[in-house]
């Protein structure tokens, strides 16, 4: 029975979904979990340190496909943990500037995945968030430093909030410590809104941070999932599934190297009205009809 290898920056506790999503693909391809495959997950926590180990601790487990999603840091580590296991990553960023792969169409390797390109869109995330709390004078922004698109999210951020003078708070969190501490900190600025960009110690912390949100009045908005008062990104779901229908591609005797890195074509974009009438907020019909599921 051929063992998978998955290890991932989220938390399993997070990541029901989306594992549910993976083992779709696979089973769409012939493979299920406990009947003709078996997959040993790995979970960092959002903790991206103990990446290198857990991945090279599957390596050892001389695993048939090694996935390695959930952030950029998770992709990286198990890209570089081994030449000749075939390798499923997923990211938030482009994997050729990374040097995973050789091209999008022809990876080359032994590695191929998916990206999600969460750090591209930042911008639109903030003009979402200005257009339902007009005239916010000040937008804190929750960054976390240790994630590699995290330079490009804040230059995207800056960029756009210079060109309409937008004035922006950001502060970094990398554990739990510099959370609380940034939060607090967030509290004491009294920005008018808040912005959580892309990063999977994030997602792990979701529902604490939407608790402050929800504690402090603060309208929030997050990447790619649903909770605050708006959530935009791409499909997650849809490119976990699509991973697992790679692994079971590679299972069946297909090259890693030549199959085409996948790139969103599905985004979620969800206005949670209950939180908006909590906040006072009135949602602009503009932005309702752009929204794929409001929430009553």
């Known amino acids: 029975m051929p063992l998978i290898g998955f290890v991932s920056g989220r938390g399993a506790g997070d990541s029901v979904q989306l594992v549910a999503a993976f083992q779709q693909g696979l089973a769409e391809t012939g493979f299920v979990e406990g009947k003709n495959i078996a997959i040993d997950f790995r979970w960092a926590d959002g903790d991206y340190d103990r990446l290198p180990a857990l991945t090279a601790d599957l390596v050892s487990h001389k695993v048939a496909v090694l996935v390695g999603v959930g952030g950029d840091v998770s992709a990286l580590a198990a890209a570089k943990a081994t030449t000749t296991i075939p390798v499923v990553f997923g990211m938030g960023s482009d994997p050729l500037k990374a040097g995973i792969v050789a091209s999008f169409n ?26 339902l709390v007009p005239g916010v004078a000040r937008i804190g922004v929750l960054i976390n430093p240790r994630f590699p698109p995290a330079v490009q999210e804040a230059e ?37 809104a808040l912005l959580v960009a892309a990063a999977p110690f994030f997602d792990t912390r979701r529902d604490r941070i939407l608790a402050f949100a ?71 019909p503009t932005l309702s009809a752009e929204a794929g599921e409001v929430i009553e």
């Not at 937008?166 to 008018?192: H, K, S």
């Not at 790619?224 to 005797?253: D, H, Q, T």
Request: charged fraction near 20%; avoid cysteine; proline fraction near 5%.
């Open 106 to 131: 022809r990876p080359g390797g032994n590695v191929t995945g998916f990206t999600l390109w969460t750090s591209e869109m930042e911008s639109k995330r903030l003009g979402s968030l200005r257009e």
């Open 156 to 192: 995207e951020l800056q960029a756009d909030a210079k060109s309409v003078a937008q004035q922006l708070f950001v502060v970094g969190a990398n554990d739990d410590a510099e959370l609380d501490a940034a939060l607090t900190t967030i509290a004491q600025q009294r920005v008018g």
């Open 214 to 284: 929800a504690q402090s009045r603060l309208p929030a908005i997050i990447s790619s999932v649903a909770g605050g008062l708006i959530s935009y990104g791409p499909s997650v779901g849809e490119s976990y599934k699509n991973a697992g229908v790679y692994v079971g591609r590679i299972l069946k005797g297909e090259k890693p190297g030549d199959l085409p890195v996948l790139q969103p074509t599905k985004f979620d974009f969800v206005i949670n009205l209950k939180t908006a009438k909590a906040l006072g907020l009135a949602v602009p």
